[in-house]
């Protein structure tokens, strides 16, 4: 499952600030979703897009913007953050959104560490 | 929406022993259920994973179970091992889902030598 990147690593900002996290797919893979992964639980699913376009968002505020490029890549974007949005942000990728009884396998990136101060 | 409920929160085991995890659905449409493994500080990492056109399926000392009537799937491990400590989470998808995965609360599994 390794091949999903994304970046920075680790980063610290100070609330209402905006932050930008980067994430490069597998090599073949035309679907990313971005998860918030707070200290403790699991991860939550944010949105996800294929083909440069949204396909599902999560129960997120609208200061979470996200956005697919025509390689596959893509950005999330967070606005106005607080101390709230702390949390490690996990980009996942697949071949494709199509779930079906075949499915498609997702793989996670090692994330992104946000902290907000 | 899917609901997914995970037990138990904390798990302890002595090395070689089997160890248990089982998770409960709400969305009778999740056809999807994988695994995944996460050690501290890092990403999770899928260990296994079973559709709901099978009812088991193994790899080497891991297995899964689906019951779709009882919508519950469980996670099993043999002859456990130090270095199967770690967080595990299940995770549930709906047909045409895409990659919305809906986590259980984790299980963190420690193996005691």
């Known amino acids: 499952d390794a091949g999903v990147t994304q970046s920075p690593t680790h980063l610290i900002k100070t609330r209402g600030q905006h932050v930008t996290l980067r994430c490069s797919p597998i090599s073949g893979h035309k679907s990313v979703s971005w998860y918030q992964q707070v200290l403790g639980q699991g991860p939550q699913f944010i949105f996800q897009?294929?083909?440069?376009?949204?396909?599902g968002r999560g129960n997120f505020p609208d200061r979470f913007s996200a956005r697919q490029f025509p390689n596959y890549s893509s950005e999330l974007n967070v606005n106005a953050l607080l101390l709230g949005d702390s949390a490690l942000y996990l980009c996942a990728s697949s071949l494709s959104p199509v779930g079906g009884n075949s499915g498609n396998t997702i793989y996670f990136g090692e994330g992104s560490w946000l902290t907000v101060v | 929406g899917e609901n997914v409920e995970q037990h138990p929160s904390t798990l302890s085991v002595q090395e070689g022993d089997s160890a248990v995890i089982k998770c409960t659905y709400s969305d009778s449409a999740s056809n999807y259920f994988p695994w995944y493994k996460q050690e501290l500080g890092k990403r999770p990492q899928l260990i296994i994973d079973?559709?709901?056109?099978?009812g088991e399926k193994k790899d080497q000392r891991i297995a899964v179970t689906l019951n779709k009537t009882a919508k519950h799937f469980s996670l099993h491990i043999t002859e456990t091992q130090p270095e199967d400590s770690a967080v595990y989470f299940c995770a549930a998808r709906p047909t045409g889902g895409g990659n919305k995965l809906t986590f259980g609360t984790g299980t963190q599994l420690k193996v005691e030598l």
């Open positions: 079973i559709r709901s056109n099978v």
């Open positions: 897009y294929y083909e440069k376009e949204e396909r």
